[in-house]
């Protein structure tokens, strides 16, 4: 056998095994699965918490303003009842002296009396009163989709709801939402 025909058969011997290797690649490639099975979606939910103003008309009792801040007018009539009352009883001094002292006696009273009346005058207004409340909703986070692929079942998240099976590219499952029309 000459050198020419060593090369050849070489390089024939060469072809032959990148030839079959290739095809045994392009056929275990063909043999791969293209597709998992979508065993379940479950969707993913999350809390949010959104701040909002609540506001409300309240009645509120205030104290009515006072025209007579010293009740005089209480200390007075009271003084007069009182120095009438006393008056009545007894007889030359001593009615002197029951006058004077019922007259002391009624203007306090009169004084007191008019101070609870003050005190029990109220006026009721009406306020708006806000506060901050928390409001809870739940938002759709995705979904947690269990699939079946070569025997095995395994869980992943996506971000969109997949239909009865989920794309498979180099041996793993695509997750990345379907482009629309594609």
């Known amino acids: 056998m000459d050198k020419s025909m060593m090369k050849g058969l070489v390089v024939g011997g060469l072809a032959t095994v990148v030839i079959g290797a290739s095809g045994v ?13 979508v065993v379940a979606v479950k969707d993913v939910m999350q809390t949010v918490v959104t701040p909002v103003e609540h506001c409300e008309n309240v009645a509120v ?20 009842a009182g120095g009438l009352l006393g008056s009545t009883i007894g007889g030359g001094n001593g009615k002197t002296l029951a006058t004077v002292a019922g007259a002391a006696a009624g203007g306090y009273a009169g004084n007191q009396v008019q101070k609870n009346m003050q005190q029990k005058d109220v006026i009721t207004t009406t306020e708006r009163r806000c506060r901050t409340v928390n409001q809870k909703s739940q938002k759709l986070n995705g979904y947690q989709v269990t699939y079946r692929l070569d025997g095995r079942e395994e869980t992943v998240r996506t971000s969109f709801k ?21």
Do not use: C, F
């Open 25 to 37: 690649t392009g056929y275990q490639a063909l043999m791969k699965p293209k597709e998992a099975e």
């Open 61 to 80: 009792n205030r104290q009515a303003p006072v025209k007579d801040q010293h009740r005089i007018a209480g200390s007075v009539i009271g003084g007069v």
């Open 162 to 182: 997949p239909g009865p099976t989920l794309p498979v590219k180099d041996g793993q499952v695509v997750t990345t939402p379907p482009t629309p029309g594609g």
